[in-house]
């Protein structure tokens, strides 16, 4: 019985998934676990493991092509198994466009990405008949099963239930969580998935020729997280400038102790604020509609740049920890993000983030703040400024830092008090130790 | 600790409270001059004497009436129901005065009342002298149901309903008479009302099984166990109140559930367990509930049909494999 291999679901966020790269040819014989495909999603790149014994028959989603959660990408079967009508279900119920023999103008990529399982229409207005049933069907789990698999990180659709009519059931769950490599990030290095293209003319006269590359799935994960942030919250800006002397002097200090600590300014940062977070209980909140959540301990999302977009590894309970502690952990979370490595559970959930744009010669910014959390801070660059001081102009490493908030959980006079601790703080760390 | 009979325990039980407490009575047909229709009030008319211990005509709505008034008097009745067939006869005393005294009377007369009897299937009395009907009295507030599995339980509870200022149902099982069991001969044993027992520990599975059920459901335990499944044994002793908690730990435990039971299955106590576990533990079930009722049709006479009405050993275990997923 050949089986339908459909795209899985592989991060909380992930609504379709980028076929990375396949591992396995079209003829290739494949068991059960063995990695099929890389699937980049949203966030991360993923293996896509064989839930069937078999041939891989039938590729239907090529490299670089993109489908929707549930949708056919390929058939595993018998060498000499007919999967004709499995194809002609999926060529239904696809919504990619069948080469069509009149040359069409210039189709590009991003044509695949349309998830709709809308019947195409025939040349002559009907409609082509409807897939009798999606391949993402409903998924039978018992509650245990579903509560266990949502507990542990597991995806559903990454399973094969061994209940009756194939429900789900807790030895599944416990099959899979004793199987760390279904879940576990490809190890291989990030394969882009399109080759750049050429430079299209532009249909206007002497418009600048444009061209046209699909939106990777981290793209526009942020393109979405992103507008349901500055659109819905309401955020306002506080702007304060600190002197860093004494942070900038601290941190030399501990470097001398041990080359291998390399705290940063930033390190020093994110430990200030979690300590302030703690002391300024509704600026560690966030607005959940009908309730404020105000948490405990200050998990700190740190912003780090990646090709094609940016992701926030989250430092937990960050006010707990020490600054060798923090610097270690965002040293080795930022390496994993480059290489996207990171596991959903650690860019997901904090419970304010920072973003330091100072490396890049950044004076002041405001960041988009990253829904649920409360606020985010915007630090920009230490630099060396006159001052005044006792009436007279010195020379101080000034640093301007802007916490965006969000008005429904935060006021004006409260994020205020916050920045006025972070600064106090920062200028003089001892508070660290007293 | 001696090993006797449930009849024997049940005797004691009624002796003691006798002794205990001169408000104490029993009545019924033939539990005095006959020592009772199935010898439970043995030798009681000759101990404490015909004031104590009375026969009552074919009556049965006439002296679970006369029970009523006497314990709104001050007085303790035990009324014994030759088997509660036919306290049928009875009911309107049953729900309509004794359960919903307390509640009219706005607090002014408690009905401290046993009712007694047989009850469940018995061996070959067709279709009206064969039924479990503890649904009916478990429906009703008011009410307590009891019954016991054991020589142990069933003197320890009998003492405690004969001591309860409430009505109380206690539903002996007319096969289990003979049954035996250690009994504590302490007279200060009791065993409170609304407290389960888990009759066997186990990991995989737990089923919830009261009266005739409990020993058909450790013997299937037994047999499971040697094919490396553990099941865990919760007899509620006592219907109503329900002591649900004990059930739904142990279903958090092993995340499936066999309810047995004699009785119909339709608006039966299994029903109101399974709502009830549905309700507090969905979240920890792995399969769903699995009723293994009495079949649903009147009692046959034929003995070959009879043993297929009642649940046994093997349909345990078939449920049991159901919802572990096995074969």
Redesign the interface.
Known sequence: MASKVIMPKLSPTMEEGQIARWLKKEGDKVSMGEPLAEIDTDKATMEMQALANGVLRKILINDGESAPLGQLIAVIGEPDEDIATLLSEASAASSTPAPSPTPAPAPTSTEVEAPSAAPVPEANGHAAPVATAPASGRMVVSPLAARMAAEAGIDLRSLQGSGPGGRIIKRDIEAAMSQPASTTVSTGTFPRAVEPLRFQPAAVAAASPYRDEPASEIRRTIARRLVTSIGPVPHFFLTSEIEMDRAAEMRRGINALDPDLKISVNDIVIKVVATALVQHPAVNASFQDKFIRYYEHADIGVAVAIEDGLITPVIRGADQKSLSQIAGEVREMAERARSRKLKPEEYTGATFSISNLGMFGIDEFTAVINPPEGGILAVGAMAAKPVVRDSEIVIRQMMRVTMSCDHRVIDGATGAKFLQTVKKILENPLYLVV | MPIITIREALNQAIREELARDERVFLMGEEVAEYDGAYKVTKGLLKEFGPKRVIDSPITELGFAGLGVGAAMVGLRPIIEFMTFNFSILATDQIINSAAKMLYMSGGQFNIPIVFRGPSGSAFQVSSQHSQAIESWYAHFPGLKVVMPSTAADAKGLLKSAIRDDDPVIFMEQERMYGNKGEVPDDPDFTIPLGVADVKREGTDVTIVARSLMVPVALKAADKLQEQGVSCEVIDPRTIRPLDIDTIIDSVKKT?RVVLAEESHPICGINAEISTQIMERA??????PVKRVSGIDVPMPYAKNLENLVVPDVDRLIAAVKEVA?LD
């Open positions: 995340n969905f979240d920890h079930l792995d399969a997923y």
